[in-house]
């Protein structure tokens, strides 16, 4: 029935649009445009797509953002002041989701990667103005045969794998004026948030967070080396070390937390906090460790210093880079895992690049980069 439904949406889409649409070119600008853009992917890729919205806002003051994506992205960009609408996604209903889409009267939308139900509800939508990226320098498995034959019909903007994703989405802006190279990510949380998280964080000396866990599994470096820097943390700089996670991730915080020394300072505040206390949490830490997983992109946004041990993942396309963001990439011919694809790669390797990175070099950027914190 799923599959049915997919082709009648596909030849309803194709053959109305033929005769009603053609496709679009760069229009004069307004002073208050309505902007859609949709972000489907995971927390992380929302974070990074921020600079889009403030983008739009420095451009057009008077502008009105919304945004689609999933449930738990809508709490992380709650608060966020360039935002103005959020419409959640759910694929069970697409319809609804259309509707709510028609009834923005947008002018100008966008889709932040390729995928076919996206970009054909938001053609349905009829929207006057809408550009789709294009992928260059790779393969993706997401810009499928289907959502070619859409992107015809819309403004095409290349997509560059390999480079960094947070600037290649801002080209997708373009079409409307809008032409920056600022990739600042932005997020913001409440008062009650802060005040919530106020009782884990107050007169703690040094906090480091670590999370164990990512939101996909595969990359995860081991708990028990997780346990490691823990312990090299608490004895040799002092810091109280905080575990962070969701309520699916006890299983990994309980290796770690199993894992440590006797007189390593830690708090286990997995599954405690949700994702606006997470966010008021994160930004209070003096450092932050983990995979290349959301929570550390929170802690750029917040300007927390990062470690990001990136194992499979590109380390160019989307990892924070600075002199208070570190990457740790492992021994590998290549990463294997992308922003536009993380769905076709070889298993094996995939976990070895994730388990391979040494504690002691993770040790060693931790005492660079404690004493880079200190001087400045």
């Not at 927390?43 to 994506?69: H, N, Q, S, W």
């Not at 960094?164 to 373009?174: F, N, T």
């Amino acid at each position: 029935m799923k599959i049915f439904f997919r082709i009648v949406l596909i030849l309803a889409t194709c053959y109305f649009l033929s005769y009603f649409r053609q496709k679009p070119k760069n229009q004069p600008r307004v002073n208050s445009p309505k902007v859609l853009i949709i972000q489907l992917a995971k927390l992380g890729d929302m974070v990074c797509t921020t600079p889009m919205f403030r983008a739009v806002k420095k451009t057009y003051p008077e502008a009105r953002i919304t945004v689609v994506g999933n449930v738990v992205n809508k709490e992380l960009l709650a608060g966020n002041r360039d935002v103005d609408e959020y419409i959640v996604w759910d694929k069970k209903y697409p319809f609804s989701i259309l509707n709510d889409i028609k009834k923005g009267k947008f002018d100008f939308g966008c889709v932040t990667a390729p995928g076919f139900d996206a970009l054909s509800l938001i053609l349905l939508a009829n929207i006057p103005m809408i550009s789709a990226p294009r992928i260059e320098n790779g393969w993706s498995p997401y810009e499928t045969r289907s959502y070619r034959l859409l992107r015809k019909l819309v403004i095409a903007k290349p997509h560059r794998m390999r480079s960094y994703a947070p600037r290649e989405y801002l080209k997708l802006l373009e079409p409307i004026g809008v032409f920056t190279d600022d990739t600042k990510k932005h997020l913001y949380y409440s008062e009650k948030a802060a005040e919530s998280v106020s009782v884990f964080i107050d007169g703690v000396d040094f906090p480091v967070g670590i999370s164990p866990s990512a939101g996909n599994r595969i990359k995860q470096w081991p708990a028990e080396k997780f346990s490691s820097v823990a312990d090299h943390l608490s004895d040799k700089h002092k810091a109280t070390v905080v575990i962070i996670g969701g309520p699916n991730d006890n299983e990994e915080a309980n290796v770690m937390f199993n894992h440590l020394g006797h007189d390593t300072r830690v708090i286990n505040l997995v599954g405690r906090l949700n994702i606006e206390e997470t966010k008021a949490f994160i930004s209070k830490l003096k450092l932050f460790i983990s995979a290349d997983t959301g929570p550390i992109y929170i802690a750029e946004a917040f300007g927390v210093p990062t470690i990001d041990i990136v194992g499979p993942v590109d380390e160019n396309e989307q990892p924070p880079i600075s002199r208070f963001h570190k990457v740790i990439v492992p021994s590998r011919k290549g990463p294997e895992l992308f922003v536009m694809n993380a769905r076709v790669y070889d298993t094996e390797e995939v976990k070895r690049q994730a388990k391979c990175t040494p504690v002691s070099i993770v040790n060693n950027e931790i005492d660079l980069l404690i004493s880079d914190i200190i001087k400045q």
